[in-house]
C-alpha cells in the first residue's frame, strides 16, 4: 500500500506545499521499525512545486529507507547521534552484521549508506554522556568500516539536513538505475 505521509501535529492531514505539489517518479520505502521516519516534506522539486512522496511502509531486509523496486541495490541506515554511538558500542554485533549485507549490496553494483543526523565535529567532539564511548571510538570504528565494507557515513549536520540527503540519493539513485536500464 502506497500512502503520502504528513508531518504530525499542525492540525492539518496533508502536507503543506507551495503552490502545488509534484509526485515523486519513485516510491519511498519505509522499514516498519523506523520509530520517527523522515516524512520528506517541503522539498522543492522546482521553482513553484515542492515533491509530493510516494512512501511505503514495510519490513527492509537492510537499512531504513530504500526505493521500491531496487532494495536489493539501495539502503540507506539512518542513525541519530544517540543511536550511533549505542550501535558502535553496545549494538556493535548487530550493527557490523547490517553494514556485512550492505557491503553485498555494495559488491552487487548498489549503493549503501550511514546518515548520521548530526555534524562530525559534534559526533566526534561532543559524544552523548550516557554512551561512555569517546568520540576516538566513532571516527576509528567509521574508518576501518569504510575501508573493510565500502559503506560512507554522512554527517550532514541537523536532521533535517539528513533528511534532505536522503531524499537526494534517493532521487539520483533512482534516475541512475532507471537510465541504466534504458541503455
Known amino acids: 500500500m502506497i500512502v503520502v505521509q504528513a508531518p504530525p501535529g499542525g492540525g492539518s492531514d496533508k502536507p503543506k506545499y507551495s503552490s502545488g505539489y509534484t509526485p515523486t517518479p519513485f516510491t519511498i520505502v519505509i522499514d516498519t521499525r523506523e520509530q520517527k521516519p523522515w516524512y520528506f516534506t517541503k522539498i522543492a522539486a522546482d521553482k513553484e512545486r515542492?515533491?509530493?512522496?510516494?512512501?511505503e511502509n514495510r519490513?527492509?531486509?537492510?537499512?531504513?529507507?530504500?526505493?521500491?523496486g531496487?532494495?536489493?541495490?539501495?539502503?540507506?541506515e539512518r542513525k541519530s547521534l544517540a543511536d550511533l554511538y549505542g550501535s558502535v558500542g553496545q549494538g556493535r554485533e548487530r550493527f557490523e552484521a547490517e553494514?556485512?549485507?550492505m557491503r553485498e549490496i555494495v559488491d552487487a553494483?548498489?549503493?549503501?549508506c550511514v546518515i548520521?543526523?548530526?555534524g562530525q565535529e559534534d559526533a566526534i567532539f561532543r559524544p552523548p554522556m550516557e554512551s561512555g564511548l569517546s568520540g576516538k571510538v566513532i571516527l576509528g570504528t567509521q574508518a576501518s568500516w569504510f575501508l573493510r565494507y565500502r559503506v560512507p557515513w554522512f554527517?550532514?549536520?541537523s536532521c533535517r539536513m539528513a533528511?534532505?540527503?536522503a531524499f537526494k540519493l534517493m532521487e539520483k539513485a533512482f534516475q541512475q538505475f532507471t537510465e541504466g536500464a534504458k541503455r
Do not use: N
Not at 527492509?60 to 529507507?65: I, N, P, S
Not at 532494495?71 to 540507506?76: K, R, Y
Open 50 to 55: 515542492d515533491w509530493l512522496p510516494l512512501i
Open 59 to 68: 519490513g527492509l531486509k537492510t537499512g531504513d529507507y530504500s526505493i521500491k
Open 70 to 76: 531496487f532494495e536489493d541495490h539501495f539502503t540507506i
Open 99 to 101: 553494514h556485512q549485507r
Open 109 to 112: 553494483g548498489g549503493y549503501c
Open 116 to 118: 548520521v543526523e548530526a
Open 155 to 157: 554527517f550532514p549536520g
Open 163 to 165: 533528511e534532505l540527503l
